[in-house]
C-alpha cells in the first residue's frame, strides 16, 4: 500500500515537470522544491519498500548459553535463618543527599518490591536502632560505601554493635570520584579500590552462597557501558568476589592489577569485624546489580526481606476484534498465535493468551483480516476470553441503563459465536470506570457478566509504575496491571519508538525484565494490533521470557484470573481497602471521570477531634458562617460521617463521600466545606486517607486537658448506658490491667488513647505540614469561643468575617456559650453537650496527672518544635508547671 502511495506521488511530480517551460520564476521556485521533496520521498519509498519487502517477522533470538554443571548446581536458598525473627522487615538507607541519583534509585528499587525503608542522609545521628528486644532494621544500605567507613567513632561503634547483635549486614556502593583512572587503599580494610576503569565479559561468581533469584552462569558479552566502574582487589579470606569482569582498556604501570580478571562487586564474610556486607563497584543503573542486589537483601537480612520465586503471568490481548482494517490480525496471525502461546507454555506454567472483546468489531477489517477473525472465533477453546464493551466504549460516559444494554449486547454476542467467558474477569477501554470509580460500571458489570476481577493501570495512579497497587471494591478484585511498551501503534520493529534496541533493551534487564523481577503478579495489556504486522508482542514476551530464564531461577506461570486475585491479596492483604485520590489532581483521573461530576464538593477544612473537646460546639458555630458549610447529614451517624475512619464508611466510596456535600448549583464557588469528626484523631488509618484525597486540606484540632477529656469520656459513656461505665468507678476503668474484663480494658482505652496527643499528633504530622494544622485549647472554647470563631476564620482566611460576639451569649442556666436567637433567647447544645456530673474522684485524678505526665511533656516539645502562631494551650503550661 505504502509502494502504491510513493507511486502516484512520483507520477504526479513527473506530469508537472513536463510543463516545466511554461512556468514563472515561482514556478521553477516551487519545482526546486518539489524536486527535493521528490528525492527525499523516492528514498522514503524505498526505505518503506524494504519494510514491505522484508517478510521475515522479527523472532527471538535469545539463546542461553547457560553452562550445564554451574547452572544445575544451585537450587535457591530462602537464606532464612533463625536471626530474622529479632529483626523488623524494614531496611535503613544512609543517603548521600535527598536528592542523589543512586539513593533515588534504591529508594526507587525498595518501593518496587514493597520493602518498607527509612532514609537518613549521611552525617545525621542515626536513627533508633532498636525497639525493646527487636532489632528495627533487617540490612542497612549505604549509597556511599565511604560514607560508612568514615562515619564518626560513636555512630560508627553503634551501627557496627547493632550488625553484629542483630546479625544484619551492610550494602554499599562505591562509586569512581574522578574522571581518572587511580587506586586507593581504603581506610580500615584490607581492601584496593580502583576506579574508573572500563571493564568488559562481566559474569557472576557462580560460588557465591547468595544468589537466589539470580542464576549465574551466563556472561554479558563485549564492555559494558561506561568507563566509571570501581573495582576492588584484597587481601584477606573475608572478600569473595562476586562478579568476575575482564579489563577493557590498558592502564598501564601506574594501576597495578595482576592478571586481566578484575571483581566488579565483591561479599564481605565479616571474618573481620563479625559484619557480613556486600560492596558495588557500580550502581543500580546496570540492570545486573538490580538482581545481585536482591539477593543481596535476602541473604543479608536472613531471608526476612527474600522476594519469592513464583510470577504470575497474565497477556491480556486488550480487543482482538479492535483495530483499524489494514493493521489488523490475519488467518497466518492467528496461527502464528496459537503456535506461540505452545511454545510460552514451556516457560511458562499453564500459559493462555487472554482475549478481551468488543462484539461489535468482529469482522471489520479487510476480507483477508475478516478470515482472521473468524479464525480466533473458531479456535475460540484453545484461549481464555474475557468480554469489553460493546463498541469499546468508555464506561465513565454512562449510567447504568446504557452499559447494561451495552454489556448485554457483547454478552449476546458471546453467546452466538459461542465464546467461553469463564473467568468472570473483564477490564474497561482505558480503564475508564475502574478507577477512579464509576459505580454503574461496577454494577453492570455484577449484573451481567457476574464480574469478580478487573485490573487497572491507573490505580493509584499510571505512574510511577512501581507503585501501582491493587484493591477490593464492591466485590471486584481490582489488580494492578503492568506496562509491557506496547501500545496500539507498535505494528513495526523498525518502527518502534527508540528503535529495536529500545525494545531490546527492556527484555534484556531493562524495564521490562525488572518489571517481572519486582513483581510476583504481573497483568500485561496489549493490543490486537501487536499481534498482526510484526507481532511484536510475540517478539516481545517469547523474547522476554527467554531472557528470565536465562539470568533468573523464577518459576513462571498463568493461572485463571480469579486464583491470580487470591494469590495477590493473600500476599498483600493490606491493599484490600482501597485508597481514594482526588481525580481532579490526576489529569489522566478526570479524563476518565464521570463529566456529571464536580470538583469542588471536598472539605477544606476539617476538625479531627478528638472527642469530648468541644468539637460539636465548633461545628455548630461555623455552620452559623453564612459561607461555611458542612456537610448533610446522614442518617445513624449524623453530622459525622466516619469516612475516613471507618472502613464501613470509606468503602461506600468516594461519591458517598462527595455527595454529603451540596452546592446550591455546580458553578458555586463562595462555599467553604468543611467536616467535623471527632474519631478521626487518634485513628491511624486517618491521616493517610486524608492526605490522600484532600492533600491541601486545612485541620482543627482541638486540645483539652487529657483528664478532663477522659473523665467527659466515661461520662458520655454512662449516659449512654455503656455497661462498664455502669459497673465500674472511674477509676476502676482507668486503672484496668490486663486482668480485667474486656469491657473494662475497652473502656480504658477510649478514655486513655485519644488523649496521648503527641503520638497521635506526630502521625498527622507525617502526612501534613504544621502551617495545614490549628491547634485549639478546648478549654478556650468553652470559656471564649467568639475568639476561637475569630482564630478559625483567620486560619482558612474565609470572608465575610464574622464577629461571633454578635452571634454567642454566655447562658447562664447552661453554664456555656449558645446561639443568640433574640435578646431573652438562646439555643444551646443539646442536653449530650455540656452534661453535669459530680466531680472527679480524688485517686482518679492523681492517677491520671501520673499517668499523663511523659505524654504531655512530650507534647510541649512537639508543640515548641512546630513553632505554632497559636500559643501553648493554659492547660499545658499549668500542668508542666505543677509537675516538673
Ligand atoms: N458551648 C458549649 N456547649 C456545650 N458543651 C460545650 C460547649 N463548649 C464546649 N463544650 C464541651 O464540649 C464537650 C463535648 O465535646 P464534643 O462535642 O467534642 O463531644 S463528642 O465527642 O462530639 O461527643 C462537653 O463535654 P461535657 O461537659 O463533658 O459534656 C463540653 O464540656
Keep these: 500500500m505504502y509502494s502504491r502511495r510513493c507511486f502516484v506521488w512520483l507520477k504526479n511530480s513527473l506530469l508537472w515537470k513536463s510543463n516545466f517551460r511554461k512556468c514563472s520564476l515561482t514556478k521553477i521556485l516551487i519545482a526546486l522544491f518539489s524536486l527535493s521533496s521528490l528525492s527525499f520521498l523516492a528514498y522514503q519509498c524505498l526505505i518503506d519498500h524494504s519494510h514491505v519487502k522484508r517478510h521475515e517477522i522479527p523472532v527471538s533470538t535469545i539463546e542461553c548459553r547457560l553452562n550445564p554443571v554451574s547452572g544445575g548446581m544451585f537450587s535457591p536458598s530462602d537464606h532464612s535463618s533463625s536471626s530474622n525473627h529479632r529483626i523488623d522487615n524494614k531496611v ?37 536502632l532498636t525497639h525493646g528486644n527487636k532489632g528495627k532494621y533487617s540490612a542497612i544500605i549505604f549509597e556511599n560505601f565511604d560514607a560508612y567507613v568514615n562515619m564518626d567513632a560513636w555512630n560508627r561503634e553503634l551501627l557496627d554493635k547493632y550488625c553484629r547483635d542483630f ?49 549465574p552462569g551466563e556472561i554479558i558479552r563485549g564492555p559494558l557501558k561506561d568507563d566509571e566502574w570501581v573495582i576492588f582487589q584484597f587481601e584477606h579470606a573475608t572478600y569473595k568476589p562476586l562478579s568476575y569482569a575482564k579489563l577493557s582498556r590498558n592502564y598501564g604501570r601506574y594501576i597495578d592489577l595482576s592478571g586481566n580478571t578484575v571483581f566488579p562487586a565483591i561479599q564481605d564474610l565479616g571474618l573481620l569485624d563479625g559484619i557480613q556486607k556486600v560492596i558495588f563497584g557500580n550502581g543500580l543503573r546496570f540492570w545486573l546489580h538490580c538482581l545481585v542486589f536482591l539477593d543481596s537483601l535476602s541473604y543479608l537480612s536472613h531471608g526476612k526481606l527474600s522476594l519469592p520465586l513464583d510470577r504470575y503471568v497474565l497477556i491480556d490481548i486488550d480487543d482482538v476484534f479492535v483495530g483499524a482494517a489494514g493493521k489488523r490480525m490475519k488467518v497466518s496471525d492467528v496461527h502464528a498465535l496459537l503456535a506461540a502461546q505452545n511454545r510460552l507454555r514451556s516457560h511458562i506454567k499453564g500459559f493462555y493468551f487472554n482475549l478481551g472483546f468488543s462484539g461489535k468489531y468482529y469482522q471489520k477489517g479487510t476480507p483477508e483480516e475478516n478470515l482472521g477473525d473468524r479464525l480466533l472465533v473458531e479456535m475460540r477453546d484453545k484461549f481464555w476470553w474475557f468480554p469489553h464493551m460493546w463498541h469499546h466504549e468508555q464506561p465513565h460516559k454512562f449510567q447504568l441503563p446504557a452499559l447494561e444494554r451495552g454489556m448485554l449486547q457483547n454478552y449476546h454476542f458471546a453467546q452466538k459465536y459461542n465464546i467461553p467467558v469463564v473467568n468472570n474477569y473483564a477490564v474497561a477501554p482505558h480503564h475508564s470506570g475502574v478507577y477512579p470509580v464509576h459505580e454503574p460500571l461496577y454494577e453492570a458489570w455484577h449484573k451481567v457478566w457476574n ?79 501487536n499481534y498482526g504486522s510484526d507481532r511484536l508482542a510475540l517478539y516481545t514476551f517469547e523474547s522476554a521470557v527467554k531472557f528470565l530464564q536465562c539470568w533468573t531461577n523464577l518459576h513462571l506461570q498463568t493461572i485463571p484470573p480469579q486464583d491470580l486475585a487470591q494469590v495477590y491479596f493473600s500476599s498483600y492483604p493490606d491493599e484490600l481497602n482501597p485508597i481514594w485520590v482526588n481525580p481532579c489532581r490526576d489529569k489522566r483521573h478526570l479524563a476518565i471521570w464521570s463529566p456529571r461530576k464536580v470538583c469542588n464538593t471536598l472539605p477544606h477544612l476539617i ?44 468503602n461506600k466510596g468516594l461519591d458517598w463521600y462527595m455527595n ?45 486537658d487529657p483528664i478532663k477529656r477522659a473523665y467527659s469520656w466515661y461520662q458520655h459513656a454512662r449516659a449512654h448506658q455503656n455497661p462498664a461505665s455502669l459497673n465500674y468507678t472511674f477509676y476502676e476503668i482507668i486503672t484496668a490491667g490486663e486482668g480485667s474484663h474486656k469491657i473494662q480494658r475497652d473502656l480504658r482505652n477510649r478514655c486513655l488513647n485519644p488523649s ?129
Design 167 to 215: 546479625n544484619v549486614g551492610i550494602i554499599s556502593f562505591v562509586a569512581s570520584r574522578d574522571n581518572i583512572a587511580y587506586s586507593k587503599r581504603m581506610k580500615d580494610f584490607p581492601l584496593t579500590i580502583y576506579q574508573y576503569m572500563a571493564i568488559e565479559d562481566y559474569e557472576l561468581n557462580p560460588m557465591s552462597n547468595i544468589w537466589r533469584i539470580t542464576r
Design 451 to 529: 464480574i469478580t476481577v478487573s485490573s487497572t493501570e491507573e490505580y493509584l495512579h499510571l505512574r510511577p509504575a512501581r507503585r501501582r497497587r491493587g484493591f477490593f471494591y464492591r466485590g471486584i478484585k481490582v489488580l494492578p496491571r503492568q506496562t509491557c511498551g506496547l501500545y496500539t501503534h507498535n505494528l513495526l520493529i523498525d518502527k518502534y519508538p527508540g528503535g529495536r534496541e529500545k525494545l531490546d533493551a527492556s527484555i534484556r534487564g531493562g524495564e521490562l525484565f525488572q518489571t517481572f523481577l519486582y513483581n510476583k503478579v504481573n497483568i500485561f495489556m496489549t493490543h490486537m494490533c
Design 756 to 884: 496521648l496527643y503527641a503520638q497521635h499528633l506526630e502521625r498527622w504530622l507525617d502526612y501534613f505540614h504544621p502551617s495545614q494544622l490549628l491547634i485549639l485549647d478546648g478549654q478556650e472554647i468553652k470559656e471564649n469561643p467568639p475568639l476561637v470563631m475569630s482564630k478559625i476564620q483567620k486560619f482558612i482566611e474565609v470572608k465575610p468575617y464574622i464577629d461571633f460576639r454578635k452571634l454567642l451569649r454566655y447562658d447562664a442556666k447552661k453554664k456555656f456559650y449558645c446561639q443568640v436567637l433574640s435578646t431573652d433567647n438562646t439555643k444551646c447544645l443539646g442536653p449530650g453537650k455540656g452534661r453535669v456530673y459530680p466531680p472527679m474522684e480524688e485517686s482518679a485524678y492523681r492517677f491520671l496527672k501520673m499517668f499523663f505526665r511523659r505524654h504531655n511533656v512530650a507534647l510541649s516539645k512537639l508543640l515548641m518544635k512546630l513553632n505554632q502562631a497559636t500559643p501553648v494551650p493554659a492547660w499545658l503550661k499549668e500542668d508542666l508547671q505543677e509537675t516538673l
Design 92 to 128: 535503613l538507607v544512609i543517603v548521600e543527599t535527598q536528592y542523589s541519583y543512586l539513593g533515588q534509585d534504591i529508594i526507587h528499587l525498595l518501593e518496587a518490591i514493597r520493602v518498607k525503608y527509612k532514609v537518613e542522609p549521611n552525617g545525621k545521628t542515626l536513627p533508633y
Design 607 to 650: 476538625v479531627i477531634g478528638p472527642q469530648k473537646t468541644g468539637t460539636t460546639a465548633i461545628y455548630t458555630f461555623l455552620n452559623m458562617h453564612p459561607s461555611i458549610r458542612s456537610n448533610v447529614k446522614q442518617p445513624v451517624i449524623f453530622e459525622e460521617l466516619h469516612f475516613f475512619s471507618s472502613d464501613q464508611y470509606y
Design 660 to 704: 454529603a456535600f451540596k452546592l446550591d448549583n455546580p458553578n458555586q464557588t463562595d462555599i467553604v466545606f468543611f467536616e467535623k469528626t471527632a474519631a478521626y484523631f487518634d485513628n491511624p488509618m486517618a491521616p493517610m486517607r486524608i492526605a490522600s484525597l484532600i492533600p491541601d486540606v486545612k485541620l482543627v484540632l482541638i486540645l483539652l
